[in-house]
C-alpha cells in the first residue's frame, strides 16, 4: 500500500489514520528510526518504554477494532469445530490447484 504524505516545517511527519488504526497506534508511541541510504523506516521502538500491558477486554476491542466483525460472539468451543473444517477445505483447495 502507498500513501504519500509531507514533512512539516517542524519536521513532523503525519501517519494516515488508517494506518495508525490498522496497527492500533497511540499517541506518544515510540519510534525508532532507521535510515537505510534512500529510505526513512519507522519502526516501533524495541524500548519496552512507554508500552503498555493491555487487559484481556482491552486486547479485545483492539483486535476487533482492527478486523471490524461487528457479529454476534463466537464460543472457544465454536472456534475448536471450525478450524479442522477450515483446514480440510483449504488442503481441498491447494490440492485441486495441483
Not at 511527519?13 to 525508532?32: N, Q, S, T, W, Y
Not at 482492527?66 to 463466537?74: A, E, M
Request: glycine residues 6%; charged residues 30%.
Amino acid at each position: 500500500m502507498n500513501m504519500q504524505t509531507k514533512l512539516s516545517a517542524k519536521g513532523q511527519v503525519v501517519i494516515p489514520k488508517d494506518v495508525r488504526d490498522r496497527m492500533c497506534l497511540e499517541i506518544g508511541e515510540a519510534f525508532d528510526v532507521v535510515d537505510r541510504g534512500n529510505e526513512i523506516v519507522l519502526r516501533r521502538s524495541s524500548d519496552a518504554v512507554g508500552r503498555r500491558n493491555l487487559s484481556v477486554a482491552e486486547a479485545s476491542a483492539a483486535i476487533r477494532k482492527i478486523v471490524n466483525y461487528t457479529g454476534p460472539r463466537i464460543s472457544d468451543e465454536e472456534i475448536a469445530r471450525a478450524g479442522p473444517v477450515m483446514a480440510a477445505a483449504e488442503y481441498d483447495r491447494l490440492k485441486q490447484q495441483q
